[in-house]
């Protein structure tokens, strides 16, 4: 970020496209109704989870062996939910 514009549009694409706390829920409970909610709803958290623990020893090890991956760190770190694209 060289200016405070471009952090300001970076923050307004992060906060438009993590509607995780509001959507997920009512996403979930589209695709596995009511009476499987509370369980799908934990098995999303714990995936989670361990996403962002495993996640940054792997972004590590992925920018020392590829550093033409340097540029797109910024960019894979801001992408939208998966999740919620799908």
């Avoid at 300001?8 to 409970?29: H, K, N, R």
């Avoid at 499987?36 to 920018?63: R, T, W």
């Avoid at 590829?66 to 992408?79: K, N």
């Amino acid at each position: 970020m060289h200016t405070y514009a471009s952090l300001a549009v970076i923050c307004a694409l992060i906060g438009f496209s993590s509607g995780y706390f509001s959507l997920m829920p009512v996403v979930t409970e589209d695709l596995v109704g009511t009476e499987h909610l509370a369980n799908a709803y934990g098995i999303i958290i714990c995936a989670k989870g361990i996403s962002a623990l495993l996640g940054p020893p792997f972004a590590a090890q992925v920018d020392l062996e590829f550093t033409v991956f340097q540029e797109l760190g910024g960019q894979i770190c801001c992408a939208p939910d998966p999740a919620l694209v799908a």
